[in-house]
């Protein structure tokens, strides 16, 4: 599922981003790659999601997270 | 004795970059353009054990793709050679994420060292960081630091020292290692000669080929013949994309680390300020209550200069007087009274609020706020193609346009800072809110709240409308992204820095606003004077020569100079409007209303008396969206650093308030 199907405080690993040139290198620069885990910590409608990975919280746009898809970790 | 190196800084946005660079620098900093570029380049010196050091402040950014014209400038910048020693920060505290950049900088031929800053922040968080057996993967010295202690900087001096001395060059083969394991990667590395683009490895290039670099491949393309060119680009669709390289610079990450770093793990959580910062109840309340908080705190270190202002601007009466008791012409006397002592009157106001806003906004910077705020109104402000951050330089604008126009440096983007700025303008400022009540109540009476209603209504569209003209220019629509930021932990600021940041700003807004508002003042002082001391003046004479044309827009002469004088300051309208009603020469009008005085006690009967109701109201539109005034636009120029854009935004607001000026008169004339 996408990233943003994920509910709040649920865990997932990243299996794959897809998206343009520009899309993928920021993503892979602020840390989502496949295979790391991020924490959902906020998921409003109409406000950027915020997810906690690799010890950061990163605020992302919603319609840019359709192209992560996360498998859902369950603890 | 004196040899000098120059450094350069590289780091992610906040990995503390600008504190380091403040704390090294002081006041000896500079802040100009990149040749041919719209982006902002920091420069600053400092000496140390006798020795001259330039400091270069690369852009932030959180890799060296060619996502925009900052990450290549830096990259370029480091790859040329020009400094002698790359200084690397990495956030302690989120070390494996922030090392992202030195993976991205590995294979650009380079001295460098590291430092891992916010070393304390990780300490409290349970980290323990063992920097020696970093250094020892990584053959480049590597140093536990933080940027806002002061003790810490001896080693920062002495990691500085062993990397000049050692030329030390990071050690890239466990990570080409990893890159091996790239489809791909291999054959596009051997198709590549050394020094095919000069200051980068053949690794370096090939992993941006693999990761569709468009600058990076057109410089091959020139480098390499046709045929070695079709091999890379036949080999590079064998290949994935970024995603892939990232995973190897990821994995490298991890191998340096190790067992380097061990942590205890915690639960995250979102602290009490930042839930509600982020409630979407709350959020955008709590945000302009920051603001306007942070506004009202500014004032306090704002009134020192503002009575500077003050003061200056009393010296006018007495200092006229003793000119013409020495029997100085009256021309001179004028000048120095009008223009110069006027100028400078408005330029120490102007840089109490540049002072008091840049600190309030580098304090909010510093301790991590404005990120918060970015990520409240990214929604909002992404529509007018803008970020979030951008709602600060518009609430300002409220209280003066000036200040927005300074505040509106936190945006990193240069054409959305310009954006910004242009659109600020339409946001009626403190000046013109005590005019524009008044003059509707005289007129319209109850119905004031209406005109006021009419005005808020004007700029937000306004607004719309200048984001869709000047939009397309400034902020390409492949630049136009969804925000990805990271929402950094809360820091204390570092005051020191923060006030060597904040003086060494106002210090250079000083110097180059001083040049525009002498000229523009000037310039208006010309165009007003009339050397019999009556009615004369080039401006009078056009106004009342054109008299017919600005009637057509809803404003006899009187209110037409009245607009004009509205461009310098808009609490001089008023003032204008009065003298020229009872009589008085415009050049004497324009020159005491800019004092600040000269409102008439029998202001309302005049204006009732002479003034129609559709041409006050096309007045009050005019006036309101007319330029805010000289030093607003000085403080444009500083900011943008684009003479053309500046020009651009005068001549913009000018038809544009008198086309609101004429819809308002025509408006009104069906009314009435």
Not at chain 2, 298 to 316: E, Q, R, T
Not at chain 2, 371 to 390: C, E, H, P, W
Not at chain 2, 601 to 610: Q, R
Not at chain 2, 614 to 629: D, G, V, W
Request: aromatic content about 10%; hydrophobic content about 45%.
């Amino acid at each position: 599922m996408s990233l943003s199907e994920l509910k709040e405080n649920k865990e997932g690993l990243v299996t794959n981003v897809q998206g343009d040139t520009r899309f993928m290198s920021r993503i892979t620069s602020i840390g989502l790659t496949p295979g790391c885990r991020v924490t959902v910590i906020k998921n409003d409608k109409n406000r950027p999601m915020l997810v906690y990975s690799r010890d950061t919280m990163i605020a992302l746009n919603r319609k840019e997270c359709r192209g992560i898809m996360v498998e859902e970790v369950t603890a | 004795m004196s040899q000098s190196a120059t450094i350069a800084l590289l780091g992610q946005p906040n990995s503390g970059k600008s504190t380091l660079f403040n704390a090294l620098t002081g006041l000896r900093q500079h802040v100009g353009n990149w040749p041919g570029k719209t982006v902002e380049k920091k420069e600053g010196s400092f000496s140390h054990a006798g020795k001259e050091y330039l400091v270069a402040d690369l852009p932030g950014s959180y890799s060296l793709s060619a996502n925009s014209d900052e990450e290549v400038i830096t990259r370029d910048y480091i790859a040329s050679g020009k400094a002698d020693v790359v200084c690397i920060l990495a956030d302690s505290s989120q070390l494996q994420r922030s090392l992202y950049m030195l993976a991205d900088f590995a294979g650009i031929d380079a001295p460098c060292f590291l430092l891992l800053n916010m070393a304390d922040v990780a300490k409290d968080q349970g980290k323990q960081i063992d920097a020696e057996a970093i250094e020892q993967k990584l053959g480049i010295p590597v140093i536990p630091f933080s940027a806002t202690d002061t003790k810490a900087y001896g080693g920062f001096y002495e990691a500085l020292d062993r990397a000049l001395t050692k030329k030390a060059r990071l050690n890239v083969e466990a990570l080409s290692g990893q890159y091996d394991s790239v489809k791909g990667f291999r054959e596009i590395c051997s198709l590549i000669p050394e020094g095919a683009i000069a200051g980068y490895s053949p690794m370096w290039i090939a992993v941006k080929v693999i990761e569709n670099d468009k600058v990076v491949l057109d410089r091959l393309r020139n480098a390499v013949d046709a045929e070695t060119f079709g091999r890379i680009e036949q080999a590079k669709k064998d290949a994935q994309s970024a995603v892939e390289t990232g995973g190897c610079k990821f994995a490298w990450i991890d191998e340096v680390l190790g067992s380097a770093v061990t942590k205890e793990s915690k639960k995250v959580s979102l602290g009490r300020l930042d839930r509600i910062y982020t409630s979407r109840v709350w959020g955008k309340a709590a945000v302009i209550f920051t603001v306007l908080f942070g506004l009202i705190a500014s004032f306090i270190p704002a009134l020192p200069l503002m009575g500077v202002g003050s003061v200056i601007l009393m010296a006018k009466a007495p200092v006229g007087n003793a000119l013409t008791s020495i029997g100085c012409p009256e021309v001179i006397t004028l000048i120095v009274t009008d223009v110069i002592i006027q100028s400078f009157s408005y330029i120490f106001k102007m840089l109490g609020f540049v002072f008091g806003v840049t600190l309030v906004f580098g304090l909010l910077e510093e301790v991590g706020i404005m990120a918060r705020i970015s990520y409240v109104f990214d929604n909002t402000m992404g529509k007018l193609g803008l970020q979030g951050k951008s709602v600060m330089p518009f609430l300002v604008s409220f209280g003066c346009t000036m200040g927005g126009a300074a505040g509106a440096r936190v945006i990193d983007n240069w054409g959305q800072k310009v954006l910004t700025i242009a659109l600020a303008w339409a946001v009626p400022c403190g000046a013109a809110w005590a005019t524009i009540p008044m003059l509707s109540s005289i007129f319209f009476g109850p119905g004031a709240i209406v005109v006021i209603t009419a005005i808020l209504f004007t700029m937000l569209l306004h607004m719309w409308v200048t984001a869709k003209i000047f939009g397309s220019r400034l902020v390409k629509k492949e630049e136009r992204y969804g925000m990805i930021m990271e929402l950094p932990p809360y820091h204390k600021p570092r005051w020191r820095a923060l006030f060597g940041y904040v003086m060494g700003r106002t210090k250079e807004t000083f110097i180059r606003v001083t040049k525009v508002v002498l000229m523009v003042c000037g310039l208006f002082w010309i165009l007003s004077y009339s050397p019999s001391g009556g009615n004369g003046g080039i401006l009078y004479r056009i106004g009342v020569a054109i008299e017919p044309v600005t009637k057509f827009f809803g404003m006899p002469w009187q209110l037409f100079l009245s607009y004009v004088a509205s461009a310098v300051g808009k609490e001089g309208a008023i003032g204008v409007i009065s003298a020229l009603y009872n009589g008085g020469s415009y050049g004497a009008a324009f020159t005491q209303a800019m004092s600040g005085g000269g409102t008439a006690a029998n202001l309302s009967e005049i204006l009732l008396a002479n003034v129609s109701r559709p041409e006050a109201l096309a007045f009050i539109f005019a006036m309101t969206f007319n330029m805010p005034c000289v030093v607003a636009l000085a403080a444009t120029y500083q900011e943008t650093h684009s003479a053309k854009w500046t020009a651009r935004i005068v001549l913009y607001y000018t038809v544009v308030s008198l086309l609101l000026a004429f819809a308002a008169y025509h408006i009104g004339l069906l009314i009435w």
